[in-house]
């Protein structure tokens, strides 16, 4: 409704200065001097050339450094193609909550997952948490089976909880995190969960959540010191 | 009231040539470009016969240096009409461009100015969106589980706002990314004024260097459009300052 009523202030304006006589002339001279700018920087930019330092050379000549270019691009090639992992790699989208595997170049699997929601959940002043998951390369720093789920204190919080001591009873929390569990540092991890039917939706607090088919398979493809690539 | 009538003329006639001129500047600073360097074996790439393998090879080795970089870098690539993401040598995301457009005046730089302007990853000094990097909804921690039970997050699948980037790179250079399709009013309607409000910062930068008695500036542009949800995802996995290799 905002946009409609500014096209139709907009038009309202137009019209009353077109129809004002004192200001038809002005409005007449002024329209062609906005785009006057743009056609003279297209004339500068057709009459330009880029300074000329070219050089003439002969056809050998040519022939020979065209040589020596090709070699220099195939070594840079090889080089380029050395830095992709030859061992398997997980490349998840965060955006569209996607995960990608891949040997080498080539695609092995890509399906769901879910991801880090983008919650900055505050208690208080004091404490805050942001629930998202972080971009870049990581490592497979660990792998478990049967992991157990230790809950931090914001799990608690969330959910109007009051938060226990440490290693109270209550902080763990067996099957939520699925069969498998593979550890990217700093309280990150690949694990399943309950809520499948959320599977490519931003819904996790930072850890990256798969089908449990899907966690069998990353879990068996990737080893410990695997590259994930986050982005 | 005639004279100060003559002094308005004359002023919006001098800004006019002053911002109609500026692709000089832009010329200028290629031609400085060149005078810095003083390497001898580039005179073997200015022969228009070896423009192609000389294009390839400044591109390679400016994703070789972009691969020792640890955050994520873009890579545009017109001869492919990809834009791809980019980490440590691999591949994140790639996505096919639908339309290029590139401005006349960088289409026009000989091999020489081409490879000292793309021969080296370009740092993103300035990213401007219609859409924002990171979606953050900020929630309130519950006094207890009943009214945590009541305001329980919802998964959605969000607003999707329509999406156009502007990027400004070293040297004045501006990447423009579009999204593909406009098929609501909405995005038609936000197109139109991302394109206004640049071409509105634009010349208030001139108007500013005019002020000041400075030369004015020029932002050559390469334009872009991919899908829409390539450009979302792109967009919030690049870092605030990230590197860019541009190839055509």
Known sequence: MDQIRIIKTVHRFIRN???????????????????L??????????????????????????????????????????????KIPKSNYLIINTSENDFSL????????????STGSYTLLKNGDQQEWMFKTPK????????????????????????????????????????????YALNLGQGYLIHGTLYQRFLGLPVTHGCVRLSDANLKLVYTSLNQGSKVYIY | MKKFKYIFFTLIITITFYVGLSP?????????????????????????????????????????IMSANDSISLIINLKDSTASLFIKGVTLHSTKISYIKIDPIITKFNTHVYQKLFGKPLLISKQKATIIKEPIVVIHAPKDTLEA??????????IQNPAYIQMKLEHNLHIIMEQEDNPRLN????????????????SLENLINFSRLRKPTYHPYIQIKIPVDDLRSIYRALPNQPQVVVYF
Request: with cysteine.
């Open chain 1, 17 to 35: 200065v077109i129809t004002t006589s004192k200001y038809t002339y002005s409005f007449i001279f002024v329209i062609p001097f906005l785009f």
């Open chain 1, 37 to 82: 700018p743009i056609l003279i920087q297209k004339v500068v930019i057709t009459l330009a050339s880029s300074p000329d330092v070219y050089n003439v050379l002969s056809e050998d000549k040519i022939l020979e450094v065209e040589k020596q270019l090709r070699l220099e691009i195939s070594k840079l090639n090889i080089k380029l193609d050395g």
């Open chain 1, 102 to 113: 891949y040997k080498g170049k080539k695609l092995i699997h890509k399906d769901k997952c």
């Open chain 1, 136 to 179: 870049g390369e990581f490592k497979i720093l660990s792998k478990t089976t049967s992991p157990i789920w230790k809950k931090p204190d914001w799990a608690f919080i969330e959910v109007g909880l009051p938060v226990p001591s440490k290693n109270h009873w209550s902080r763990f929390e067996y099957g939520v995190l699925g069969d």
């Open chain 2, 24 to 64: 000089i500047t832009s010329i200028q600073e290629m031609e400085r470009l060149i005078q810095e360097d003083s390497t001898s074996s580039s005179e073997f790439y200015n022969a228009f016969e070896l423009q192609t393998s000389s294009h390839e090879k400044a591109f390679k080795e400016a994703v070789l």
């Open chain 2, 149 to 158: 039970a009541l305001n329980a997050y919802k998964p959605d699948t969000l």
């Open chain 2, 187 to 202: 995005d038609i309607w936000t197109r139109f004024l991302f394109r206004v409000q640049n071409s509105v910062d634009n």
